[in-house]
T-cell receptor, first 112, second 114 residues
Framework: GEDVEQSLFLSVREGDSSVINCTYT??????LYWYKQEPGAGLQLLTY?????DMKQDQRLTVLLNKKDKHLSLRIADTQTGDSAIYFC????????????FGKGTRLSVIA | DVKVTQSSRYLVKRTGEKVFLECVQD?????MFWYRQDPGLGLRLIYF???????EKGDIPEGYSVSREKKERFSLILESASTNQTSMYLC?????????????FGQGTRLTVV
């Protein structure tokens, strides 16, 4: 089955760019997602990308997908203290009713 | 506008108790999921349901059961709670279909078994 891996911690200075990386194993994964979890809260969808896209930009967020290497990254420009959270990469093999498979989450700490 | 609601934010139960965690969604979604979240382990799928009265085991179903009697409600049951079931439990839902769909999450239930 699908396996999603991501580093557990990232620390950046306020105003710098953050890059969170993720790898997945199932090449049939059609949809790839980034979720954000703030302390004490559930998961909130940040952005997603279809497997036939290489890049998607949404304001300060840029998602890059290297389908050949099964590598996904999330770049946050001008990182703010409010961006401190856990970021989850998730893959959805095939389509339809398949459950999401999540990575372990990357805890982003933003230093003022 | 709350879309997925979990009945409790915090719960403390004794070992051996039968525990019910309730999740309700108001979006008429067919698919509902229960995950548990533990530090360093991410989200692990316990059970999911494609439709009313249908259920499928996830990656870690042992010690849990589920009930889906109505489309909007998906209950997670701990038959006999144990301390290793102390965790954050997250419910999610999304609709069927091939189009990209966002999974909506509840706010989570932090369960402590003592």
């Amino acid at each position: 089955g699908e396996d999603v891996e991501q580093s557990l911690f990232l620390s950046v200075r306020e105003g710098d760019s953050s890059v969170i990386n993720c790898t997945y194993t199932d090449s049939s994964s059609t949809y790839l997602y980034w979720y954000k979890q703030e302390p004490g809260a559930g998961l909130q969808l940040l952005t997603y990308i279809f497997s036939n896209m290489d890049m998607k930009q949404d304001q300060r967020l840029t998602v890059l997908l290297n389908k050949k290497d099964k590598h996904l990254s999330l770049r946050i420009a001008d990182t703010q203290t409010g961006d401190s959270a856990i970021y989850f990469c998730a893959a959805r093999p095939n389509s339809g009713n398949t459950p999401l498979v999540f990575g372990k989450g990357t805890r982003l700490s933003v230093i003022a | 506008d709350v879309k997925v609601t979990q009945s409790s934010r915090y719960l403390v139960k004794r070992t051996g108790e039968k525990v019910f965690l309730e999740c309700v969604q108001d979006m008429d979604h067919e698919n509902m999921f229960w995950y548990r979240q533990d530090p360093g382990l991410g989200l692990r799928l316990i059970y999911f349901s494609y439709d009313v009265k249908m259920k499928e085991k996830g990656d870690i179903p042992e010690g849990y059961s589920v009930s889906r009697e109505k489309k909007e409600r998906f209950s997670l049951i701990l038959e006999s709670a144990s301390t290793n079931q102390t965790s954050m439990y997250l419910c999610a839902s999304f609709p069927s279909g091939d189009m990209n769909t966002e999974a909506f999450f509840g706010q989570g239930t932090r369960l402590t078994v003592v």
